[in-house]
Each structure stands twice: as structure tokens, then as C-alpha cells.
């Protein structure tokens, strides 16, 4: 398993941008699928952003379709997840995670590892 480290939460007003980092630990970095959830107090974790590694590419929840970004910089082991236009309903604990192998799923069930999570507060 790999250990994954958030960074880049914080808070933003409406409209305003943020850009979370996650880097992970290992040499296998390349054969993992990356993946971005987030969870509300009250609610479930839910699936933000994905990029499936070797094969296929990013896919995004519904929610963050032409607002966020993923991206991946396999020599630095780190995956972005670029938030651009956010909202108050992005207010969350956003949290990385790993499953080995291409995916695309975005059931946090099946994905491995996790980080600690970065908190996102996006004020109206």
C-alpha cells in the first residue's frame, strides 16, 4: 500500500479557486489509479475526481464536471485536483486515494489507501 499526503485546503470565498495537492509514498506510483473523495459533517464520502493510470484517463462525479481538474505528475508522485468556480457545497474534507491498477470506479470501497484528508471551506 502506499501512504498519500494532502495539502492546499483552506478558505476561499464563492467563485474563488483552490488547487489540492496529494503526494504518495513508493516507487509504484504509475500503477495506481488516483482518486479524490470528499465528505461532509452529516453526509457520506463521495467521489469527486479520478485518474486511471496506465490505461484510460479522468472521469468526474457530476458535481465537478467543468469545474475541477485532475491531473497527475507520475515523476514527483503527486496527483492535483484543481477546484476552479467553487461553492459553498464544496465545503468539505476532500481526501486522496489509491487503488492499484486502471479504474473507474469511484466507490470509495474500492480504492486502498487514503490520506488524512485536507479540509476545503468555501464561504458565500
Known amino acids: 500500500q502506499v501512504q498519500l499526503i494532502e495539502s492546499g485546503g483552506g478558505l476561499v470565498q464563492a467563485g474563488g479557486s483552490l488547487r489540492l495537492s496529494c503526494t504518495a509514498s513508493g516507487r509504484t506510483f504509475s500503477r495506481y489509479t488516483m482518486g479524490w473523495f470528499r465528505q461532509a459533517p452529516g453526509k457520506e464520502r463521495e467521489f469527486v475526481a479520478a485518474?486511471?493510470?496506465?490505461?484510460?484517463?479522468?472521469y468526474y462525479a457530476d458535481s465537478a464536471k467543468g469545474r475541477f481538474a485532475i491531473s497527475r505528475d507520475n515523476a514527483k508522485n503527486t496527483v492535483y485536483l484543481q477546484m476552479n468556480s467553487l461553492k459553498p457545497e464544496d465545503t468539505a474534507v476532500y481526501y486522496c486515494a489509491s487503488r492499484l491498477g486502471a479504474s473507474d470506479s469511484s466507490r470509495p470501497s474500492d480504492f486502498g489507501s487514503w490520506g488524512q484528508g485536507t479540509q476545503v471551506t468555501v464561504s458565500s
Open positions: 485518474m486511471s493510470w496506465p490505461a484510460g484517463g479522468p
